[in-house]
């Protein structure tokens, strides 16, 4: 149970985290909004105001897809800025 309250994203893909969560997630029995709020909770801050954008999602699944959304258009921002020196 520790080991799914300490997951964080960090500075690596919301893809890799959520795959590790999704790992834990299996052994904890908790229903689909306590694991939405846990997994929303582990996020890089960047990627959680993002969301904000978004709906509230319906399940684990949907806000995975959405914070991967977020993490990846980040990431291509990020790839452009140091493209163009920003």
Same mark, same amino acid.
Do not use: M
């Given at each position: 149970?520790? &080991?799914?309250?300490?997951?964080?994203?960090?500075? $690596?893909?919301?893809?890799?985290?959520? %795959? /590790? !969560?999704?790992?834990?997630?299996? +052994?904890?029995?908790? +229903?689909?909004?306590?694991?939405? +709020?846990? !997994?929303?909770?582990?996020?890089?801050? /960047?990627? &959680?105001?993002?969301?904000?954008? !978004?709906? =509230?999602?319906? %399940?684990?699944? =949907?806000?995975?897809?959405?914070?991967? $959304?977020?993490?990846?258009?980040?990431? =291509?921002?990020? &790839? $452009?800025?140091?493209?163009?020196?920003?």
């Amino acid at each position: 149970l520790t &080991k799914i309250y300490s997951l964080q994203q960090g500075n $690596r893909a919301a893809s890799t985290y959520a %795959s /590790e !969560f999704r790992q834990l997630a299996c +052994d904890v029995g908790w +229903d689909d909004q306590a694991l939405r +709020d846990q !997994f929303r909770q582990g996020l890089r801050g /960047e990627v &959680k105001k993002l969301l904000l954008n !978004f709906p =509230e999602p319906t %399940s684990l699944n =949907e806000a995975i897809t959405q914070a991967v $959304r977020c993490d990846n258009h980040l990431f =291509e921002l990020h &790839k $452009r800025n140091i493209r163009s020196g920003k």
